[in-house]
């Protein structure tokens, strides 16, 4: 409980006081980070890498509505009440944003798997600035697999009948798309993934 009241307070608190906080935090070896809360303010999430966190924090920032939805599935999935289906979920709205001008900015009802079919379909369209060693589409191939890799783990989405099927997905799958989200948003948000 007392970590609940710290975090609320963080949401008004002055970048000063956050600061030091995150001092006392890491200093003490804590497993909880002061980060910046999307919309504003400072909040409490679990502790990782300083580069992580730091790459997450910019690719927010730069990132216009794709980083918000990318900021919410931070919180969801690090925040002090981690939510792995709505983390898991945001996660795929930040990159159907981030990659819907490249990939197709005239289907005002395109979603990740719709993105997924257009470059399936024709991969000589995209392209990055990583050539693979083969040469072809095997470059636009790799971003292929990643998005659908984020699209088809997100096994609970629908309903299913199957007796065996997980119901909801793992707070370590959601971390994972939160990452591979935050990958994808960069590349289609700054340019590397773009028409060829």
């Known amino acids: ?75 969801f999935g690090y925040g002090r009440h981690p939510d792995a289906s709505a983390a898991y979920r945001d996660s795929i709205r930040a990159v159907e944003v981030a990659a819907k001008p490249v990939v197709s900015p005239k289907n005002e009802r395109t979603t990740l798997g719709t993105m997924i079919a257009d470059v399936r379909n024709r991969p000589g369209k995209w392209t990055t600035p990583l050539r693979a060693k083969s040469g072809g589409d095997k470059d636009i191939m790799t971003v292929l697999g990643m998005m659908e890799l984020l699209w088809h783990g997100q096994h609970d989405r629908h309903g299913t009948n199957t007796p065996n099927a997980e119901l909801t997905v793992s707070l370590e799958e959601a971390r994972m798309a939160v990452h591979l989200a935050a990958t994808l948003v960069r590349w289609f948000g700054s340019g590397a993934v773009r028409l060829e």
């Open 1 to 75: 409980m007392f970590l609940d009241v710290v975090d609320y307070a963080l949401r008004d608190a002055p970048s000063t006081r956050a600061s030091e906080l995150e001092v006392i935090l890491t200093e003490a070896g804590s497993a909880w980070s002061v980060t910046t809360r999307e919309g504003g303010g400072f909040e409490l999430t679990a502790r990782v890498e300083e580069a992580v966190r730091a790459t997450i924090e910019s690719t927010v920032r730069e990132g216009g509505r794709a980083g918000i939805y990318l900021a919410k599935a931070w919180t």
